[in-house]
């Protein structure tokens, strides 16, 4: 069945013509010296935020800047959910448990242990800001260049 058509579009409303005083006229508002107030802005990111603020702020970019070495970051980062389940120390085992007991601690040793170098978490990013980037991009630039130079 094909759609129904509407009936036909309803004429549009005439616009009404602002009438203006010739006595008053519009002039746009200057913000220069001696002039207007300029509109109000917000400014929260340019008020000087207290001490504290700013050094917890500042704080986590030096750590991954500098290469914080473990023993000082170590307790800034949140804990694992299964920290308890890594750190399960049995006291005692059975005699009849031994050998199954020993066998455990051969996968443990295998998958944990001997493998602790390679899982284990490099520190230090190496993230640098852009004026140290173009500091160390114009030294390799230089020490290129004495090579070259060396090589000719």
Request: net charge positive; charged share 30%.
């Amino acid at each position: 069945m094909a759609p129904k058509r509407g009936g036909k579009a309803p004429v549009p409303a005439k616009k009404k013509t602002v009438v203006t005083n010739p006595l008053f006229e519009k002039r746009p508002k200057q913000f220069g010296i001696g002039g207007a107030l300029p509109p109000k802005k917000d400014l929260h990111r340019f008020v000087k935020w207290p001490k504290v603020v700013r050094i917890q702020r500042q704080r986590r970019i030096l750590k991954q800047r500098l290469k914080v070495p473990p023993a000082l970051n170590q307790f800034t980062g949140t804990l694992d959910k299964n920290l308890g389940m890594t750190s399960v120390c049995p006291t005692t085992v059975k005699n009849e448990d031994k050998l199954v007991f020993s066998k455990i601690l051969e996968a443990i040793k295998a998958n944990f242990n001997d493998k602790f170098d390679e899982v284990r978490k490099k520190w230090g990013g190496g993230i640098m800001g852009s004026k140290s980037q173009a500091k160390t991009k114009a030294r390799e630039k230089l020490l290129a260049k004495e090579v070259a130079q060396r090589m000719t």
